[in-house]
């Protein structure tokens, strides 16, 4: 009986040891800047900043719709946000609203409406970052590639 017992024992052990593995492995890292990107971290600024125009371009051109996401998701949280405060103020206890009342809902609103703006665009970014990384790699080999071009030495026809 206790052979059985640690035999499963072992195979559960082994499948919290492949699911976390699959966890870290699928895990979306949060980067607050680009230049924290990996494959950014260790180049100069100005070579870091040709890379993410030439990777910015190539996104623009394979997938329009992440080159926009984190303007969109913006716009789209903060009028959600807006929205959302305002009907979830129409239905509470504050009805009728007037005078300070109605200054305090209105500032509510424009607060809300700037936070789910910020944090929907944040997301957006993220996104963008997630899309973006696959690329940084292709517009480095293509960095590379016009640096080693341009420094080939020319043959003498002499």
């Known amino acids: 009986m206790f052979g059985a017992w640690k035999k499963l024992s072992i195979c ?3 499948f919290r ?14 980067y607050f800047t680009i230049s924290q990107v990996p494959e950014l971290r260790e180049l100069p600024k100005e070579v870091r ?16 719709f992440f080159y ?16 959302l405060l305002a009907r ?17 809902g209105g500032i509510l609103e424009i607060l809300s409406a700037i936070m789910m703006g910020w944090i929907a665009g944040s997301i957006g970014l993220q ?3 997630w899309k ?6 292709i517009a480095i080999a293509n960095y590379i590639s016009s640096v080693l071009h ?8 002499n």
Request: charged share 15%; glycine share 8%.
């Open 68 to 83: 926009w996401l984190p303007n969109l998701l913006c716009l789209v949280g903060g009028f959600g946000g807006s929205f």
């Open 12 to 14: 559960c052990l082994d």
């Open 17 to 30: 040891a492949v699911e976390t593995q699959f966890w870290s492995a699928a895990a979306m890292h949060i």
């Open 127 to 129: 996104l963008q970052y």
């Open 49 to 64: 900043r040709i890379i993410i125009c030439r990777a910015f371009r190539i996104l623009r051109s394979r997938a329009r």
């Open 150 to 157: 341009v420094a080939k030495p020319h043959a003498d026809p």
């Open 88 to 104: 979830l103020l129409g239905h509470s206890h504050l009805i009728p609203m007037s005078g300070n009342r109605m200054l305090d």
């Open 132 to 137: 973006l990384r696959p690329l940084l790699q």
